[in-house]
Structures are given as C-alpha cells and as structure tokens.
C-alpha cells in the first residue's frame, strides 16, 4: 500500500505542475498577446473551445466538468 501512495502523491504533483503551467500560459497569452516565443499554441483559444464543448452537452458537460473541477481541487 505505501507504493500506491506514492504513485497518488507523484500524480498530485504532476496535476498541480500541469495547472501552474496551463495558468502561467494564460497569464503570458493573456500580457503578451499570441506571439509569446515558447508557448507556440492558442492556450485561452484551446481552454475557451473545451468550456464551449463542455458547455453544448448539457448535463453530459456539467457533470464532466463537476468531476474534473473535483479532480484538481481534491487535497
């Protein structure tokens, strides 16, 4: 059981690594406009396509949404 808790506590780490960078991203699009040099995707156009996905399948995209807002926010 001590490896599965590992395993968990490094895929916390790795989520929380993702969401700072995916904020960061934003944070910089959103200062610099597209033309930011390392990040070479539409980062707020990508985010704002997947609420908008999330968004036309009704309840199908609340609960996905409700279950991936649990996934990041869980302690």
Do not use: C, H, R
């Not at 539409?42 to 279950?67: E, F, H, M, R, Y």
């Amino acid at each position: 059981m001590q490896y599965l808790d590992v395993i968990v506590g490094f895929l916390k780490k790795v989520t929380e690594l993702a969401v700072a960078l995916l904020a960061l991203a934003i944070v910089l699009q959103f200062l610099f406009g597209t033309s930011v040099p390392f990040i070479s995707a539409d980062v707020i156009g990508n985010v704002t396509k997947i609420i908008s996905g999330l968004g036309q399948n009704g309840l199908v995209g609340l609960i996905a949404a409700a279950i991936l807002w649990a996934i990041v926010t869980k302690k």
